[in-house]
């Protein structure tokens, strides 16, 4: 079963607008979210997290809202840039028997920013 | 440049022969994952290393599949008799575990293993 769920495998936006991606989970044990950016041929890059004690982070244009009641959180980008075009992925991971679990992650969403 | 290493990018063989992947993470992180991405799907954890112990396995990760880490530093995953099923993107990542969480992943670029 997946427990991180990007339920969009694409996005297209015109530059200079708000991307908005969107991440769902089951498992209420996650505490730490984490979107990562990736280019064909690529791995995957670290863009942004945030942890279950905040309900929303921010760096630069890119901010990340968690919503725990909801289980759901969301990646926006504004203004979106050609040069953000990629897949964006989802992970979650879990406090567990004294350290971090490994992190699971969605199946991802292609982001197309038109100029 | 001080980021993930994997060698070889690319991988070809033929259905039941072994191969071997290596990684070299960033050198002061103390924990190193292996991943594996098909496409479509997002990364899926395989295995993970603190220092030179391997301390979780995926069910993922059969009996043909095999990782060490010897000194804790880099790492090497081997596969024995690889099927057609085996082809995808091999991704390694290290992190610094400093015992309170939030850790973030460093990817490396991947191996891409086809299996013909």
């Known amino acids: 079963d997946q427990q991180v769920k990007q339920n969009s495998p694409s996005l297209s936006v015109q530059e200079g607008r708000i991307s908005i991606l969107n991440c769902d989970y089951t498992n209420s044990m996650f505490d730490y979210f984490l979107w990562y950016k990736k280019y064909p041929a690529e791995g995957p890059t670290f863009l942004i997290s945030i942890s279950s004690i905040k309900d929303k982070n921010e760096d630069g244009r890119f901010t990340v809202f968690l919503n725990k009641s909801a289980k759901h959180l969301s990646l926006h980008i504004v203004p979106s840039q050609p040069g953000d075009s990629a897949v964006y992925f989802c992970a979650a991971s879990a406090w567990r028997g004294g350290s971090q679990g490994n992190l699971i992650f969605g199946k991802g969403t292609k982001l197309s920013v038109k100029p | 440049d001080t980021g993930v290493s994997q060698n070889p990018r690319h991988k070809i063989t033929k259905r039941g022969q072994n191969v071997t992947f290596r990684c070299d993470p960033i050198s002061e992180h103390n924990r190193l994952y292996w991943y594996r991405q098909t496409l479509g799907q997002g990364p899926e954890f395989l295995t993970y290393f603190q220092n030179e112990a391997q301390l979780e396995k995926s069910r993922l990760l059969s009996d043909r599949f095999s990782a060490e880490r010897p000194k804790g530093s880099f790492s090497t995953l081997e596969i024995q008799r690889t099927e057609q099923g085996d082809s995808a993107m091999y991704l390694c990542?290290?992190?610094?575990?400093?015992?309170?969480?939030?850790?973030?992943?460093?990817f490396g670029s991947g191996t891409q293993l086809s299996v013909l």
């Open positions: 990542a290290s992190s610094w575990d400093r015992g309170f969480g939030n850790e973030k992943l460093f």
